[in-house]
């Protein structure tokens, strides 16, 4: 069956470190690998995608790097922020005709440590 | 981005009753999405609401137990049916937007006695 994992639960850092997180999928056929960040009592919040023809998409502070040989994803976050401090999901999307399913893994939860 | 907001943002319940749980967009959206997110859990697709059709659910999720109005192209309900504590969840509305990205509600947190 397809699964969407992480290798990590739960991730530590000291402000100003640089954070990196993991995630292993299994389903080849996904187009698009996305990072969500959800805070405490709040929705998923779009952080950076990255197209599965691509291996690496930057943003600001943040960088996404995608190995399909080895299907694994992380997301890398610079000069990391107690505001930094949420669950953080991989999810694969995958187009269903017109629109495009989520299916999410199991989530992060990143402290920063000031 | 869209702007979505949920209704309620929390309830109790007792087993056996239904709760509604509304989600609305400040601006058309042609696809909404319910996602159910069960205590330290990941998310759960429930089902696809598109607007002019019934909704298209996930395996394992069935309209009898979640029926969904999708009534125009800014609003949207999940009914909650015939409750028990294994529906104690948060649930997630959300919107698609331009290629794959979606836009998430705040969520209701739901309890079941």
């Known amino acids: 069956g397809e699964s969407v994992g992480l290798h990590l639960p739960t991730l530590s850092v000291q402000e100003g470190d640089n954070s990196i997180i993991n995630c292993a999928y299994s389903?080849?056929?996904?187009?698009?690998f996305i990072w969500y960040k959800q805070e405490s009592g709040k929705g998923p919040q779009f952080i950076i995608d990255i197209r599965s023809n691509m291996d690496k998409r930057q943003g600001q502070r943040v960088t996404v790097l995608l190995n399909k040989t080895v299907k694994h994803l992380s997301l890398q976050i610079a000069a990391t922020q107690p505001g930094d401090s949420a669950v953080y999901f991989c999810a694969e999307a995958r187009s269903g005709g017109s629109n495009y399913k989520l299916t999410f893994g199991k989530g992060t939860l990143l402290t920063v440590n000031p | 981005s869209a702007v979505i907001s949920q209704k309620p943002s929390r309830d109790i319940c007792q087993r056996g009753t239904s709760l509604t749980i509304q989600c609305q967009v400040d601006s058309q959206v042609t696809m909404m999405f319910w996602y159910r997110q069960q205590p330290g859990q990941s998310l759960t697709l429930i089902a696809t609401?598109?607007?002019?059709?019934?909704?298209?659910?996930e395996s394992g999720f069935v309209i009898d137990k979640f029926p969904i109005s999708r009534p125009n192209l800014t609003f949207s309900t999940l009914t909650v049916s015939n409750m028990s504590p294994e529906d104690s969840s948060i649930y997630l509305c959300?919107?698609?937007?331009?290629?794959?990205?979606?836009?998430f509600g705040p969520g209701t947190r739901l309890t079941v006695l």
């Open positions: 959300s919107v698609g937007a331009s290629g794959n990205e979606q836009f």
């Open positions: 389903n080849s056929a996904s187009d698009y």
């Open positions: 609401a598109n607007q002019g059709s019934e909704a298209t659910y």
